[in-house]
């Protein structure tokens, strides 16, 4: 399986923006880069996605490293309600499976 | 419109007891996923159904584990003679074919006694 490394914890406060990197330098062409977050006692909710350009979305934005080897997910303005794990999979279409690692636990101060 | 929804939320068991767990996914999603996740853990994939092909069940991890679906509709996974290491939350997620989003229940949470 194409892995993921997410650092385990970050920390940010209210109103900052909050980046969020992943590594996966074993991606291959075909893969596309998700995100998920979760948050406290609920499943999983999708973030954005991309493959090679970055993205926005109302939620967020995915930086994608020109070689693809590495992604940021960026939270322009942190609130309270962003704290949760973020989950960088790589969405495999030959399989159609999301591999979920340790994710990143984000705290937000007030 | 409605979103995934699991059932039961909670489920105590006793140790060699079997279990049924449902999925409802949202109407028209034809792609439906069941996730283990341990405590303080990530998810782990289970099962993937597509429409009418044959399920991917390469990542249920034992033969007491099993699971249905209904056409593209309503998805049921049965673990049999449970055991304490199956204490877990069982997260059922759907989607529109392709490389999207996937929307994910509430899950269900088995405690095996």
């Known amino acids: 399986d194409a892995k993921t490394t997410q650092p385990n914890s970050m920390e940010s406060n209210e109103e900052e923006p909050v980046h969020l990197p992943c590594n996966h330098s074993?991606?291959?062409?075909?893969?596309?880069i998700h995100w998920y977050r979760q948050l406290p006692s609920q499943g999983p909710e999708y973030v954005i996605h991309g493959l090679t350009s970055n993205v926005n979305n109302r939620m967020a934005s995915l930086a994608i490293a020109e070689d693809r080897k590495s992604s940021t997910l960026i939270l322009h303005r942190a609130t309270l309600r962003d704290a949760a794990v973020y989950y960088c999979?790589?969405?495999?279409?030959?399989?159609?499976?999301?591999?979920f690692g340790a994710g990143t636990t984000v705290t937000v101060r007030a | 419109g409605a979103g995934v929804s699991q059932s039961p939320s909670n489920k105590v068991t006793e140790k060699g007891k079997d279990v049924e767990l449902r999925c409802d996914p949202i109407?028209?999603?034809?792609?439906l996923y069941w996730y283990r996740q341990r405590l303080g853990q990530g998810l782990e994939f289970l099962i993937y159904f597509q429409g009418n092909s044959a399920p991917d069940k390469s990542g249920l991890p034992s033969d007491r584990f099993s699971a249905e679906r209904t056409g593209e509709s309503v998805s049921t996974l049965t673990i049999q003679r449970t055991q304490q290491e199956d204490s877990a939350v069982y997260l059922c997620?759907?989607?529109?074919?392709?490389?999207?989003?996937?929307?994910f229940g509430p899950g269900t949470r088995l405690t095996v006694l």
């Open positions: 997620a759907s989607s529109v074919p392709g490389i999207g989003e996937q929307f």
């Open positions: 074993t991606i291959s062409g075909t893969d596309y």
């Open positions: 109407s028209g999603h034809t792609a």
């Open positions: 999979i790589l969405f495999r279409t030959n399989d159609y499976k999301l591999s």
